[in-house]
């Protein structure tokens, strides 16, 4: 069974910062093409960061340069590094297998960034 647990979100003031965690189980973690996607009160899931399984990496326009996807095949796990945060940041945060997040995907974290 496919399993995706994330975890790091919170409240945090505009500029802050978050790092973002998603443990995988289940599946061939090192041979998947993972992403992150957010969804804000709302609005529609929106992909924003993916990491290929071999390590190329794609963004968002809005995100790039603030936030940095990474992952830890050994541990099964992928991460978010969201720097220079702003309240539009807000959101739902998930991860999700797949180049475009429309894999299956975990529970997610709430970040949210006040002003």
């Known amino acids: 069974e496919v399993q995706l647990v994330e975890s790091g979100g919170g409240l945090v003031e505009r500029g802050g910062s978050l790092r973002l965690s998603c443990l995988a189980s289940g599946f061939n973690f090192r041979n998947t093409d993972m992403s992150w996607v957010r969804q804000a009160p709302g609005k529609a899931l929106e992909w924003i960061s993916a990491?290929?399984?071999?390590?190329?990496?794609s963004y968002l326009a809005t995100v790039k340069g603030r936030f940095t996807i990474s992952r830890d095949n050994a541990k099964s796990t992928l991460y978010l590094q969201m720097n220079s945060l702003e309240p539009e940041d807000t959101a739902v945060y998930f991860c999700?297998?797949?180049?475009?997040?429309?894999?299956?995907r975990g529970q997610g974290t709430q970040v949210t960034v006040s002003s």
């Open positions: 999700a297998m797949g180049p475009r997040g429309l894999g299956p």
């Open positions: 990491i290929e399984k071999g390590g190329y990496s």
